[in-house]
């Protein structure tokens, strides 16, 4: 079946620490997304990428980074800068363009600090 | 980037029918609205989309105004199972997808 999957689904994260969140699609959507969801709150975007090899940030990109070395994965980078990375962590993939697909997400990384 | 408008949070009694609005006034012609729903720790799941015809599929209908400025998610008969946060969504023309808050939808028994 045809679908996103992220890894790990509970992540924990000491002080100071790098932690890198996995996306993989077998969709074959060119664009692919990462939000953060905080609790009761909507989904806030983090970086996007529209094609291989390149990236846009999105609106709380200060903290992330991601790369797009490959058309099926877009894994995200939380970095000790982002002080408060407690969320909910959902990526999704899409095609390109304003067209009518929808977008596809997966079940989400929950990341805690120990 | 086109912005949409939603309640924060509506009730709705068991096996009524949910009509759930949504304002986007500055959409453009060729945006289409989309809407998903997303239950407690889950991803987003997709409902439906359009442009500017009404649309039905099994799960909802959409209705959008002539002006398209506000759209309706219509869930014919609601069940407990529907309890979620419904977001509406406008797709701008650099696949910049921005969720808004939704609208918390508490199915009555």
């Known amino acids: 079946d045809g679908g996103i999957t992220q890894s790990p689904k509970y992540l924990f994260r000491k002080e100071g620490q790098n932690v890198t969140l996995s996306c993989e699609q077998n969709?074959?959507?060119?664009?692919m997304y990462w939000y953060r969801q905080d609790p009761g709150q909507g989904l806030r975007l983090i970086y996007y990428s529209q094609i291989v090899n390149d990236f846009q940030k999105g609106d709380i990109a200060e903290g992330y980074s991601v790369s797009r070395e490959k058309k099926e994965s877009f894994p995200l980078t939380v970095t000790s800068a982002q002080k408060n990375p407690t969320a909910f962590y959902l990526c999704a993939s899409t095609t390109r363009g304003i067209g009518n697909q929808p977008q596809h997400f997966g079940d989400g990384t929950r990341l805690s600090i120990l | 980037d086109a912005k949409t408008t939603q309640p924060t949070s509506m009730d709705c009694a068991e096996g009524r029918a949910a009509n759930l609005p949504c304002n986007h006034s500055t959409i453009s012609g060729n945006e289409y609205v989309y809407w998903y729903r997303q239950i407690h720790s889950q991803g987003p799941q997709y409902i439906i989309h359009?442009?500017?015809n009404n649309e039905t599929n099994e799960m909802a209908s959409l209705i959008i105004t002539e002006d398209r400025k506000s759209s309706t998610l219509i869930l014919p008969h609601a069940t407990l199972r529907d309890t979620a946060v419904y977001y509406c969504i406008v797709r701008v023309r650099d696949d910049k997808i921005i969720f808004g808050k939704g609208t918390r939808l508490h199915i009555l028994p």
């Open positions: 969709l074959n959507h060119d664009a």
């Open positions: 359009g442009l500017k």
